[in-house]
């Protein structure tokens, strides 16, 4: 898998960066949009994504580590807590900004966003764990019960149907919803 996405990020950044760029939009009297400059440097970028890093990791470890004492408290399986509560607590500055591309019409950075994060977290996060346990002795392995691998299915299947023709609408984002509810009650009854 981490083959893949490496193959993956070869394509979409090298090879055929072209079918990635974002497209051109127009306003209503028919002129061409232009894309917003930065509003910081690289090096102030990478300063704060230095120091945002170090904060998640410390923040992510404490919530890591109180997850058993919330399944208790809560009355809610830690399953049902790792695979839908955190990642929308996780992914919460990432859903807003998709959020806010969705409002600003650029639904091509929309779904680049929510698909390109679960990409990466299937593809290169999950593989990448397993290896690094593998290195410091912990035991991990990608061996996934009938609940998960038929989620991860599910929801493959629906985004691909529901986004293959490439256009958008209420809908579309209703059977989405459904879709990640079905599989939220699923884990909550599990």
């Given at each position: 898998m981490l083959i893949a996405y490496i193959a993956y990020l070869v394509f979409q950044l090298w090879t055929h960066g072209q079918l990635f760029e974002a497209q051109e939009c127009e306003d209503d009297d028919g002129d061409v949009v232009l894309d917003e400059s930065p509003a910081i440097g690289f090096r102030s970028a990478f300063?704060?994504?230095?120091?945002?890093?170090?904060?998640?990791a410390l923040l992510s470890e404490y919530v890591v580590a109180t997850i058993e004492a919330a399944s208790d408290s809560w009355g809610l399986s830690i399953s049902f807590i790792s695979v839908i509560l955190l990642p929308i607590v996780g992914n919460a500055a990432e859903h807003s900004g998709a959020i806010i591309f969705a409002f600003k019409n650029k639904l091509d950075i929309t779904l680049?966003?929510?698909?390109?994060?679960?990409?990466?977290?299937?593809?290169?996060?999950?593989?990448?764990?397993?290896l690094i346990s593998w290195i410091i002795g912990v035991k991990m392995d990608l061996n996934f019960n009938l609940l998960e691998t038929s989620a991860l299915a599910l929801s493959i299947l629906v985004t691909t149907f529901t986004l293959q023709d490439g256009t958008s609408h209420y809908l579309k984002g209703l059977i989405l919803v459904l879709c990640y509810l079905v599989i939220g009650a699923c884990f909550f009854c599990a």
């Open positions: 300063i704060w994504l230095a120091l945002m890093t170090v904060i998640v680049g966003v929510a698909l390109g994060s679960a990409t990466q977290i299937a593809m290169f996060v999950v593989p990448l764990s397993v």
